[in-house]
């Protein structure tokens, strides 16, 4: 654990493009100087509602999403304070759900992966390498079009 956690370092100090998902966001937090723990409010296990914060509204990785989103969720440990340099991008009653560091590392506490439609990529990973895309070419709008996965 301990040289991957160097290993997020050195990917978050180089501003390389990284999504982590349920533990790679609590591993991404811890990295970089977050906390993490058993959730006081209990495990988070099934479907649950979270909400975009105002910087999750304007996040590429919630690009179009609404403020309230249905997702799938299966922890008990969660990110109970973001790195310092992190903008929180979405939250429920029980605790952070999603942060981003600069433009191009993100982490999210729920489960893109579950989803009705299993062969269809969820429309988060798409707005990941959308991101990514535009982080490394240097383009801070959508005037340029990204690779889908979709296609």
Known sequence: MLKLEKFIKVLVGESKPLLGI?????L?????????AKNTHG????????NLTSEGNTSPLFSGFRDALRVYETHQDVVVSIPENALETARNNKGNQGFQIGNSVFGVQFHPEFKPKPLQPHPLFDHFVGASYQHKRGI???T???PSLAK
């Open 43 to 50: 495990w988070e296990l099934g479907s649950y509602q979270i």
């Open 28 to 36: 991404i937090a811890k990295a970089t100087k977050g906390v993490v």
């Open 140 to 142: 801070s709008s959508q």
């Open 22 to 26: 349920c533990f790679g966001h609590q």
């Open 144 to 146: 340029e079009t990204a």
